[in-house]
T-cell receptor, first 115, second 111 residues
Framework: GAGVSQSPRYKVAKRGQDVALRCDPISGHVSLFWYQQALGQGPEFLTY????????KSGLPSDRFFAERPEGSVSTLKIQRTQQEDSAVYLCASQQGRGDYNEQFFGPGTRLTVL | AQSVTQLGSHVSVSEGALVLLRCNYSSSVPPYLFWYVQYPNQGLQLLLK??????LVKGINGFEAEFKKSETSFHLTKPSAHMSDAAEYFC?????????FGKGTRLSVIA
């Protein structure tokens, strides 16, 4: 596709439910990032993949958060037993190369609301 | 550790007036610096970046930013605001780390 796509765009979950958020990066992009953006805040790093390898997951807030990219393309962020504090916009970004000076291309995000 | 401080969560300017959005960074190594713009319900879009070449960086839509090491600043400017510039702007820093974003500045443009 022309850009990074994410689905669903909006998700409402009851507290305790599991959710799965999908990211389709730009074709051929090696690097993929997940960010969490709380209301009125800047994005905060969650995790980073280079191809299928998860090289950094230091930003995941708890072991309820899990991300995968099994074939080095599409990625899924899973949140188990959702809590109200998980409510945020989850952004995915892809990058053509590996250098941290390269531009990251962001998707529109998934807005998660936990009731 | 790296960090970014954006002064002013909300800036309001008249159409045609100068836009100045402030960003100060903290980094123990020479940083890479970025400005991103976010329109409602859209992802972030890169405006410009500094990667240790020219200190005055020109970006898209008439924006530019100047890296000032002595002031640890990377302020974003545009000579003449347009209504379409109304959006949220984020400054970010990285160097051997994932991007670290500031809290953002919402720019309003008044007709």
């Amino acid at each position: 596709g022309a850009g990074v796509s994410q689905s669903p765009r909006y998700k409402v979950a009851k507290r305790g439910q599991d959710v799965a958020l999908r990211c389709d990066p730009i074709s051929g992009h090696v690097s993929l990032f997940w960010y969490q953006q709380a209301l009125g805040q800047g994005p905060e790093f969650l995790t980073y993949f280079q191809n299928e390898a998860q090289l950094d997951k230091s930003g995941l807030p708890s072991d309820r958060f899990f991300a995968e990219r099994p074939e080095g393309s599409v990625s899924t962020l899973k949140i188990q037993r959702t809590q109200q504090e998980d409510s945020a916009v989850y952004l995915c970004a892809s990058q053509q190369g590996r250098g941290d000076y390269n531009e990251q291309f962001f998707g529109p995000g998934t807005r998660l609301t936990v009731l | 550790a790296q960090s970014v401080t954006q002064l002013g969560s909300h800036v309001s300017v008249s159409e045609g007036a100068l836009v100045l959005l402030r960003c100060n960074y903290s980094s123990s190594v020479p940083p890479y610096l970025f400005w991103y713009v976010q329109y409602p319900n859209q992802g972030l879009q890169l405006l410009l970046k500094y990667t240790s070449a020219a200190t005055l960086v020109k970006g898209i839509n008439g924006f530019e930013a100047e890296f000032k090491k002595s002031e640890t600043s990377f302020h974003l400017t545009k000579p003449s605001a347009h209504m379409s510039d109304a959006a949220e702007y984020f400054c970010a820093v990285s160097r051997n780390t994932p991007l670290v974003f500031g809290k953002g500045t919402r720019l309003s443009v008044i007709a």
